[in-house]
């Protein structure tokens, strides 16, 4: 079974543009998380998806939006770049949204850099 | 909100050896679950080893053991007859039993395997 797939792998930006990141699932997963990864931050949660709708949301700006197609596949959005948006964003999915023994599965991530 | 701290940035073993990596949390939920995540440089997280709050046995899963000590709020991660292939960044992770719940995740401690 293929794991966890995002693209693309690498991306590099400038202040002020937009970016769209893409995550597959796992086949029959249909919960989707994403992740910031910074040194200084460590990871945090950005929001978690799961039936085509968002079921949690982290403490981010609102620059910051996803969403979840039919096939479970999700994609999130940053606007109007930062310097600090700089990092590795992990998305990972589960089987199912709101069952905490639930592995959740990571995919290689997204190396964004905002120039 | 819960948080979950790792108070070693770094720690080192050689082969063969045991090594003990930390972890604390906060929280005042009664019924939760922690992780252990294994990140190897430019490779995807992997879950190493999870542990339920309500059961009183430490998880085990190979050379990978812990000691949870629920009113300590303390997880700590014992790795034995430590390979090479350990090297890697370790998370610590926590998650409450209830609703819609995210993993929180601790800043991480690399650890180094010398031969």
């Known amino acids: 079974k293929a794991g966890v797939t995002q693209t693309p792998r690498y991306l590099i930006k400038t202040r002020g543009q937009q970016v769209t990141l893409s995550c597959s699932p796992i086949s029959g997963h249909r919960s989707v998380s994403w992740y910031q990864q910074t040194p200084g931050q460590g990871l945090q949660f950005l929001f978690e998806?799961?039936?085509?709708?968002?079921?949690n949301k982290g403490n981010f700006p609102g620059r910051f939006s996803g969403r979840q197609f039919s096939n479970s596949r999700s994609e999130m959005n940053v606007s109007t770049l930062e310097l600090g948006d700089s990092a590795l964003y992990l998305c990972?999915?589960?089987?199912?949204?709101?069952?905490?023994?639930?592995?959740?599965?990571f995919g290689p991530g997204t190396r964004l850099t905002v120039l | 909100a819960q948080t979950v701290t790792q108070s070693q940035p770094e720690m080192s073993v050689q082969e063969a050896e045991t090594v003990t990596l930390s972890c604390t949390y906060d929280?005042?939920?009664?019924?939760?679950?922690l992780f252990w995540y294994k990140q190897p440089p430019s490779r995807q997280m992997i879950l190493v080893i999870r542990?339920?709050?309500?059961?009183?046995q430490n998880a085990t899963e190979n050379r990978f053991s812990v000691n949870f000590q629920k009113a300590a709020k303390s997880f700590s991660l014992k790795i034995s007859d430590s390979q090479l292939g350990d090297a890697a960044m370790y998370f610590c992770a926590y998650r409450m039993l209830s609703g819609y719940s995210t993993l929180t995740f601790g800043k991480g401690t690399m650890l180094l395997v010398s031969p």
């Open positions: 929280t005042s939920e009664s019924d939760y679950y």
């Open positions: 990972a999915s589960s089987l199912v949204a709101g069952v905490a023994y639930n592995e959740q599965f």
């Open positions: 998806y799961f039936s085509e709708t968002q079921r």
């Open positions: 542990q339920e709050a309500y059961k009183q």
